[in-house]
Antibody
Framework: QRQLMESGGGVVQPGRSLRLSCAAS????????MHWVRQAPGKGLLWVAG?????????YYADFAKGRVTISRDASKNTVYLEMNSLRVEDTALYYC???????????WGQGTMVTVSS | QSALTQPASVSGSPGQSITISCTGT?????????VSWFQQYPGKAPKLMIF???VRPSGVSDRFSGSKSGNTASLTISGLQAEDEADYYC??????????FGGGTKLTVL
C-alpha cells in the first residue's frame, strides 16, 4: 500500500529557513516523479515544485518558488525534501507531498504538514 | 503563470448532472492533453479523479468524466450523489515543466 507522510512543518519567523520531509512507503521514489503542492488556509491548491524519477536530476519549480525553494531526495531513505529559504508570511500553508503517477498527475498524496510563518 | 479559471461554485440536485469548467489558454490546456481533476473534502488531502483529460484512475466511479475543447476542460458528474459534495480542482501542464492549478470549485448537492 502506497503511503506518503510529510513532516518538518511548524512556526517559523519571516526570513528563516525550513526543510520539509516526505517519507514514502509502498513504492520506491526512484520509480516515480515526486512533487510538493501547498494550500494556504481557506485557499486553493498551488503547485510548488517537482522532480523526475530518472536519477532525480530534473527538477521543476513554480515561478514564485524559484531561487527560494529546493527539492531533493535521499533514495536510501525513500524520502523527498523541500528546502525553503527566506520564508515570507505568504508562505504560510499546508504543504502536501504527492506522487506523479503519469505525467504531472498526482495519484497519491500525503496528509500534509503545516508551515506557519509569523513573527 | 496565471491560475486556470474555474467557477467558484456549482450546485445540483441528487440524480442530476453537473459540469465544472476549467479555462486556460493556448499555452496550457489548448496545447497539452495533460489535464487532471482532483476532489477534496474539507480537511482531507486531494484525490485524483481524472488525468490526461479523460482517463479515470482505477476505483473512480464512471459517473465522473472529463473532456476538453479548445482552451477549456470540463469535469462532468452524472447521477449526482450527496457524497459528491466537495471542492474540485483542475490542473494543466503548462510547458517548461510547470503545472497550473485552477482556483477550485465548491460543489453543493442540494
Amino acid at each position: 500500500q502506497r503511503q506518503l507522510m510529510e513532516s518538518g512543518g511548524g512556526v517559523v519567523q519571516p526570513g528563516r529557513s525550513l526543510r520539509l520531509s516526505c517519507a514514502a512507503s509502498g513504492f520506491p521514489i526512484t520509480r516515480a516523479g515526486m512533487h510538493w503542492v501547498r494550500q494556504a488556509p481557506g485557499k486553493g491548491l498551488l503547485w510548488v515544485a517537482g522532480m523526475d524519477y530518472e536519477g532525480g536530476s530534473k527538477k521543476y519549480y513554480a515561478d514564485f518558488a524559484k531561487g527560494r525553494v529546493t527539492i531533493s531526495r535521499d533514495a536510501s531513505k525513500n524520502t523527498v525534501y523541500l528546502e525553503m529559504n527566506s520564508l515570507r508570511v505568504e508562505d504560510t500553508a499546508l504543504y502536501y507531498c504527492a506522487r506523479d503517477g503519469n505525467f504531472f498527475s498526482f495519484d497519491e498524496w500525503g496528509q500534509g504538514t503545516m508551515v506557519t510563518v509569523s513573527s | 503563470q496565471s491560475a486556470l479559471t474555474q467557477p467558484a461554485s456549482v450546485s445540483g440536485s441528487p440524480g442530476q448532472s453537473i459540469t465544472i469548467s476549467c479555462t486556460g489558454t493556448s499555452s496550457d490546456i489548448g496545447t497539452y492533453n495533460y489535464v487532471s481533476w482532483f476532489q477534496q473534502y474539507p480537511g482531507k488531502a486531494p484525490k485524483l479523479m481524472i488525468f490526461d483529460v479523460n482517463v479515470r484512475p482505477s476505483g473512480v466511479s464512471d459517473r465522473f468524466s472529463g473532456s476538453k475543447s479548445g482552451n477549456t476542460a470540463s469535469l462532468t458528474i452524472s447521477g449526482l450523489q450527496a457524497e459528491d459534495e466537495a471542492d474540485y480542482y483542475c490542473t494543466s501542464y503548462s510547458g517548461a515543466d510547470t503545472l497550473l492549478f485552477g482556483g477550485g470549485t465548491k460543489l453543493t448537492v442540494l
